[in-house]
């Protein structure tokens, strides 16, 4: 199957992807496995991961500074 890198897909239909992607491994699939299904490398899936844990981690830090 031919991996797609993300840069012909729609930003909202990627936001969407990530959204989802989120969800499924918060519940506890695997990245490889997730990002298998969006037919895109594995890395996507990491690189999604780690841009939440840092998103949620800002978050949280401009919270606790208000």
Excluded at 21 to 45: D, K, N, Q, T, Y
Excluded at 52 to 57: E, F, H, I, L, M
């Amino acid at each position: 199957m031919k991996r797609r890198d993300g840069r012909k897909v729609p930003r909202a239909a990627l936001e969407q992807m990530r959204l989802m992607a989120l969800e499924r491994m918060r519940e506890g699939e695997s990245p490889a496995e997730v990002a298998a299904s969006f037919g895109l490398h594995r890395g996507w899936a990491y690189k999604v991961l780690a841009k939440a844990k840092t998103v949620d981690a800002d978050r949280n830090l401009t919270h606790l500074l208000r």
